[in-house]
């Protein structure tokens, strides 16, 4: 049986919502046909047993919810013999709302419900022209409704399942930007530690050459320090994705290593592209930790490829601020005044990795609109020289 919006409700509204209805039905049944001689087959009979099984009729409802058609069949028989109206538009908008894509269980109900009021009325003698509109608007208004009910709640369904899965997805592509960001931030931690210990090793060999044999404990020292350096060099190639595999198990290639020595090329790149790029910097990106002159450059190529894409030939604004502990970029785009450029090449996962890096590395990255422009800050915390 499809969901219904009282499939969603809690019991104690939905039996409070039962009663109210079943109540209202023999009610309206009880006087109707207490006032009212037209009672189906059963006219003729008296009045207060017709009155009573109305009532009775209508307190069927009470289970038109868990047995929907059994009532619903009921209810239209006893109409024939009762003629009960509000029990019969109660029980068909039950059915409709309930079944909206069983056209054949429809059918019969609409078919058989015209035919039961219509011979109601008609052993009423109130069988005529408007006799016979009333029985059709008395048995398919209700079913219409019902199904229309029902429609719009499974397009609301749908609605909210489409939402659901986008927003899954959205949490997918965000979860695989930060896994891309990470492993990417670890290839760069082995190439820039490699690199240090790998000149540590060399450093090393040379002394236990040096040593020769005059000095023995120095030389045995500089082994050990040597043999310990290859063995760190091992376990951080296994360590730090340089086996990192992609999804068909190939080795992921590591993208060329930059540099705060690279950010006159991405602004020149930039002014190629029609920005109007101008770079300030304030003291020497070159003596910063290799990390954060990454992170500086991801950042600006990140940030002029979207200005280029989103607002070409725009004033490109960055400032670039080295101090003693931290080091800070500041990226101002206004708005477009030209027509699309060619895109420049892009940091890969977008200000979100970047913002996983920035995290990683201890700072902080802010991006968002600025007047008719964008605005993007880094701030990074400067390691001491000697974790470098």
């Not at 003629?83 to 059915?95: D, E, G, I, M, R």
């Not at 360590?239 to 190939?250: K, M, N, S």
């Not at 708005?335 to 979100?352: I, K, R, T, V």
Request: glycine share 10%; with cysteine; net charge neutral.
């Amino acid at each position: 049986m499809p969901r219904t919006a009282w499939q969603d409700a809690t019991p104690s509204s939905l039996r409070r919502t039962d009663a109210a209805v079943a109540a209202a039905a023999a009610l309206v049944g009880f006087g109707n046909s207490w006032v009212k001689p037209s009672n189906g087959l059963l006219t003729g009979t008296p009045t207060v047993t017709v009155a009573v099984l109305s009532g009775a009729v209508g307190l069927l409802l009470w289970w038109r919810r868990k047995r929907t058609v059994v009532i619903g069949w009921l209810v239209v028989l006893c109409h024939l013999l009762l003629f009960t109206p509000t029990a019969l538009a109660v029980a068909l908008y039950t059915v409709g709302s309930t079944y909206p894509n069983r056209w054949r269980l429809l059918a019969w109900f609409a078919g058989l419900g015209c035919l039961s009021d219509a011979g109601a009325l008609w052993l009423g003698g109130a069988w005529d022209f408007r006799g016979a509109a009333y029985s059709l608007a008395l048995v398919v208004g209700p079913l219409v409704v019902g199904y229309a009910v029902a429609l719009r709640r499974d397009l609301a369904a749908a609605a909210q399942a489409e939402l659901a899965t986008r927003e899954r997805e959205h949490v997918l592509l965000v979860e695989q930007a930060r896994v891309n960001e990470r492993s990417r931030i670890a290839r760069d931690m082995h190439d820039v530690v490699a690199h240090r210990v790998g000149h540590i090793v060399l450093l090393a060999a040379a002394l236990r050459v040096g040593a020769g044999s005059a000095n023995r404990k120095v030389a045995d020292d500089a082994e050990q320090i040597r043999h310990e350096g290859r063995r760190a060099l091992e376990e951080l190639r296994a360590i730090l994705g340089v086996l990192t595999p992609d999804r068909a198990g190939r080795p992921v290639p590591r993208a060329p290593q930059v540099d705060a020595s690279d950010l006159d090329d991405l602004v020149r790149s930039a002014r190629r592209a029609g920005l109007h790029a101008d770079l300030s910097m304030e003291g020497e990106p070159g003596s910063l930790p290799t990390l954060v002159q990454q992170a500086l450059y991801r950042t600006l190529q990140e940030s002029l490829t979207n200005a280029a894409k989103y607002a070409p030939g725009a004033e490109v604004g960055i400032e670039l601020r080295c101090g003693p502990d931290t080091v800070d970029l500041t990226v101002i785009n206004g708005p477009a005044s030209g027509p699309p450029a060619d895109e420049l090449p892009s940091g890969g996962n977008g200000l979100l990795g970047l913002d996983e890096r920035a995290s990683l590395l201890g700072g902080e990255l802010t991006a968002g609109p600025e007047g008719a422009g964008f605005r993007v800050e880094l701030h990074l915390p400067i390691a001491p020289p000697d974790t470098r």
